[in-house]
């Protein structure tokens, strides 16, 4: 990979990393409402999924949705808006953290039902089929998520009819308060197997793997459309969703962390890739920038109208 | 004009959106080559072909889901779920995904989707196969449901649910498609109905029945029967349930001042519930008796034809209703 | 006695309940160790094992039709499903399984199952964590539906719930988690609360507002104020919804002779229309104003702090109701 | 197998069968409400699987559900009552031919949905599991059946928790009108594979393999609760119901139907085991009798009342 290509994904590592700390901060003052899962530890999948797609691309994505929307290339200032609960946030604060969306992005929305992605992109993926501009479908799904149903469905139906979709699994591990392999008896790549699918396995916190395997595999679906798996072994740093104190998790679990901490990484490749070190300090100082502004903006944004509560619920008769 | 069935108007009005529309597609089970369980898909895999006419596994939350990504994506589904029971599998796609996303995206794009489903009974298909639960859709914002009682309804509001950029549940009635009735020859005068708008059916000033789907008919002939004694029963077609034509009922009720509700769903938590609730509301003033409700027992729908006679609303259950009404 | 909270009394009930029968077992997802999204099981693991407690994967649709065949097969299965709007992934299970299978196989058995689940707004958990969809399920013979709103009546309704041979529904509300109140501290003294049996709360003799859940409160907010202006105001709480003690809000409305409907689900389509329906069919001469409803507008509920605000039922629109109905 | 087995094996497929028969004639004649879905081809795989199981072991079966009815054991009269949708079938005429059940028996009822009893049947493997008495149960499923995703949560759930289950697909490669083919891109075994779970296929249509199958894999799950499957090729002779004229079929797949009939395959077992040709005319007269007296008394049943709608909706409180 060239250092200049690096250097970018890295940058919007870093730019997830840090909307993601600011927002764990604005959740401890109190100033994020509802339930905020963060994505920390996992910041390498969606940025090397979506430096394969485009923005004419589709992805959805879950409860833990920050990454997969900020990768898409959304607005951060909407972003940060919405997860506020803010007029001016990409979906006028009627969503917030659970279902962020940008359709203009090919981002389909964060997800509060687990699993309910994998069928909507399904969709999305068919439709890209039936439009023959060789667009693809990208989903984003824990391994927690294995276990609904509806996977197995879409599994089944996006072989059978060679649909252009990537299943993307981060699985870290866990699923809420509990270790996934207590919730399951098999695994992707027996499933993959099940279902002929190809698949491949990456350590998801390292951007340059990730983003190989996505190329490699979106590549040929955009002519010869026909699903893949990608599944990313990547690490949660934090709680479920703030506020869990995580006393479930042994320390030495929490300790090894540190070491697989994808943005230091990615760093480190930067460095051994010849960067400069003023090169990673200007990207950080940047992005420090870039956030601090999405958020100030954010925060001084008015709240929506209460007499908005019946807007959009149906679209409008045109005239 | 020709004289077509229900299921033909279903068939027919399917067949002219593909036509005018390239991004319509079906979605379902055996739809295609079979032509659907209740033929309403015949022809169709032959004349648009499988890229347009999808036969799907079993998998009823995938064809719901599908159908809502895909309509993300600038397509227009038209999903079948082959009897209104199995809907039951695809309530996460319709409720938590279809109904929402607009609202919950503030408004940034639509749903354009439609899912057909036939409900009822009349076929002694036993408890798993006639449930009639449009009252829950109906409960659920971001939804629209239209209900069909003959062919050239079944034609209009089947076109326009494909119009329309919202998420709309199709409710056909199974034992309606066998029901005749004519269709104009030239497409362009195959007209649309309007979702949201009811009909008078026959006009009368002594009370009101409001009705959709197969109780239309049951309530024309309860009217048909008073109208014997003298007593001039205003029947309407609400076609729509959600939105449904409040006005037009409130309209009906400042005439004739008594109300009855007819559907062929369970009556408690039905449909009929909230046009009575509402009336009850915004019409007490008009209301000369009691609202009446004629709808199924609280029971599941029973398999034995003893017991489905029993079981399934009439005419002569409106006819009482109304005879309470009026008393 | 000692004070608790709503969520407590929900965890003494499942704890008095395996203690007292060994049939009684508990499902769902993250329940065990975890002691549930809410802590309704805290403890329960520790105390009764992983025979007792099975924590699932996130598998719903499983979740629900385990319980129904373990049910059938002996068991008293107490399922969790995380949040209520996570039912509409296992309708199938409770509604054409569980709901059905008694009557459809004639009597034959029984199916002793619960299913517990948290509805309701007030913490911006947004539009898919947030829905109050009771109406559904009482619309569907063969279910029963009761609503807590208090701690004392969260046990006892729980309770009840376990002991009961058919499939009940307990919908909690998670406003209400937090909510104290008094429980007995012997276990013997703890009682259960009859399903279908609502209760007079506050007595009066100007208008009657039925309300369950956590418009319970509410409407004790607004009878409060209203008795500042001598207007006296009854209030009811059903507990149950399905079967709800119609004999009750009529006995009320023969009294009152005005009548509100108050919950925090959509009013369209919701519990209320049913009250309102029957009681403007059976209560109509009792009735001296129109039945109005207070419930939450037809969107889905929003996120942000101001319009949750601004959608949820509170006391003032209660109030207003009220006033409108008196008018 | 021994002789007397084989003879009584055979005994319980051709009464499936005569049943059938005599249902699909009372169909023709209009007498039988509803759908009627035939089971005429498959009569093996009840009757194997049924001679693996007690009273107290439990099963739940699909729309095409006789064969599984009657191989449990169930009172002929009230079975044929019930599918006329008389006042005495065994569920009073309420369920007819999609819900036949009988709790006595351990039969947990047909089903008209596909797929439903795959968790019904989990859980019921869940309850024998807590109560240690043994006891088993097993789910009868068609191979359409396998692209409903509720099928993966309960392959899953089942061996998690090792539930002494057996799953038993009847691949007749038929799912309604359409060819399984087209609506699978996995199978069974595959499945099997990927949740690590006994698996076992046989010719649905050889009553000894199945039983003996049927046996092999039971037996140990009475003392080790653990989930296997087992896959019976079979085959739907009749229409997905009766009335559909199977114009998607082609004649050679019709035409060789003949020689898999499994009732003919083990009459020739018998034959070839030494049973003397009176054994099985032996049989056959008593199988008509059987069902002669059992229909003539269905027929001769009351209807329900219509004042029972409302029976049975809930259960009467204790006095
Ligand atoms: C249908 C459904 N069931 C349960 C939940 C509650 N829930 C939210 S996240 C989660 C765990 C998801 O684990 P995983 O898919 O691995 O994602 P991760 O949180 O690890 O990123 C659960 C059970 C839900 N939101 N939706
Ligand atoms: C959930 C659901 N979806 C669809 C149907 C309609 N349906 C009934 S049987 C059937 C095909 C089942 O095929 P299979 O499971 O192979 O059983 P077979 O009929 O071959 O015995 C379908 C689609 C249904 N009853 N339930
Ligand atoms: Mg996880
Ligand atoms: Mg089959």
């Keep these: 990979m060239k250092l200049t290509e690096l250097a970018d994904l890295y940058r919007r590592m870093l730019l997830i990393r840090r909307a993601e700390e600011r927002l764990q901060k604005l959740f401890a003052d109190g100033q994020v409402p509802g339930f905020l899962h963060l994505s920390i530890g996992q910041e390498a999948v969606p940025v090397g999924v979506s ?26 200032t909407g972003f940060f808006a919405e997860i506020l609960g803010k007029a001016t946030g990409l979906c006028k604060g009627r969503g917030g953290s659970m279902h962020v969306a940008d359709l203009s992005k090919g981002m389909l929305g964060a997800n509060g039902i687990v699993g309910a992605g994998l069928p909507i992109t399904t969709g999305s993926a068919l439709a890209h089929k039936m439009q023959r501009q060789g667009h693809v479908a990208a989903v984003y799904f824990g391994d927690g998520a294995l276990a609904e149903g509806v996977l197995h469905e879409c599994l ?45 396995s990456v350590d998801g916190n390292v951007i340059a793997d990730v983003a190989a395997a996505a190329g490699k595999l979106v590549g040929p679906m955009r002519r010869y459309p026909a699903p893949a798996i990608l599944e990313c072994r990547t690490t949660r740093v934090r709680g479920h969703y703030e506020g869990d104190r995580q006393d479930y998790r042994d320390a030495g679990e929490i300790a090894a962390l540190e070491a697989r901490d994808p943005i230091r990484l990615a760093a480190e490749a930067l460095a051994e890739a010849g960067a400069a070190p003023d090169l990673i300090a200007g990207i950080a100082a940047e992005v420090d920038a870039e956030i601090e502004a999405a958020a100030e903006a954010a925060l001084a944004a008015p709240l929506p109208k209460s007499a908005d509560i019946l807007a959009d619920v149906y679209t409008p008769a045109e005239v | 004009m020709t004289e077509i069935r229900y299921i033909k108007a279903v068939n027919q009005a399917l067949w002219d959106a593909m036509e005018a529309d390239p991004s319509v597609f079906l979605i379902g089970e055996d739809i295609g080559a079979a032509g659907g369980s209740f033929k309403a898909t015949r022809d169709l895999l032959d004349r648009f072909g499988p890229e347009r006419v999808y036969d799907t596994p079993i998998s009823e939350a995938a064809i719901a889901g599908m159908a809502v990504g895909a309509a993300l994506t600038g397509m227009r589904p038209v999903a079948e779920i082959m009897f209104m029971d199995f809907t039951t599998l695809t309530m996460d796609m319709l409720v938590n995904q279809a109904a929402k996303a607009r609202s919950m995206f503030g408004g940034q794009g639509s749903v354009p989707m439609v899912l057909r489903t036939p409900h009822g009974g009349g076929l002694n298909a036993g408890p798993q196969h006639s449930q009639c639960l449009e009252a829950w859709f109906a409960h659920v914002p971001g939804l629209k449901v239209v209900c069909p009682a003959n062919p050239a309804d079944a034609y209009g509001l089947l076109r326009a649910a494909i119009d329309d950029p919202d998420p709309v549940i199709v409710v056909e009635n199974k034992a309606l498609y066998a029901m005749k009735g004519d269709l104009p020859d030239a497409p362009e005068a195959r007209e649309r109905i309007e979702i949201g708008k009811g009909r008078i059916v026959r006009p009368g000033h002594d009370a009101t029945v409001v009705a959709y789907g197969a109780a239309v008919t049951m309530a024309e002939a309860a009217a048909a029967n008073l109208a014997g004694e003298g007593i001039d029963v205003e029947v309407i077609d609400l076609r729509s349930l959600q939105p449904w034509d409040e006005g037009l009922v409130l309209e009906s009720l400042s005439r004739t001042h008594n109300l009855v509700v007819a559907h062929e769903a369970v009556e408690a938590f039905g449909i009929g519930a909230e046009i009575a609730a509402r009336m009850a509301d915004i019409g007490f003033d008009e209301l000369d008796g009691p609202i009446t409700r004629v709808g199924a027992p609280f029971a599941p729908s029973p398999f034995g034809k003893t017991l489905e006679d029993a079981y399934r609303p009439n005419a002569e259950r409106i006819e009482a209703a109304l005879r309470r009404t009026l008393a």
Aim: glycine letters at 8%; charged letters at 25%; aromatic letters at 8%.
């Design chain 1, 51 to 76: 430096s394969a797609l485009s923005d004419r691309d589709t992805v959805s994505s879950n409860h833990r949705g920050h990454g997969h929307t900020l990768a898409k290339g959304v607005d951060l």
């Design chain 1, 156 to 200: 089944n139906i996006a072989k059978l009819w060679s649909l252009p979709i990537l299943f993307v699994c981060e699985n870290n591990g866990w699923s809420e308060f509990s270790p996934t392999d207590r919730q399951l008896a098999t695994n992707l790549e027996k499933l993959g197997k099940a279902f002929a699918m190809k698949y491949r």
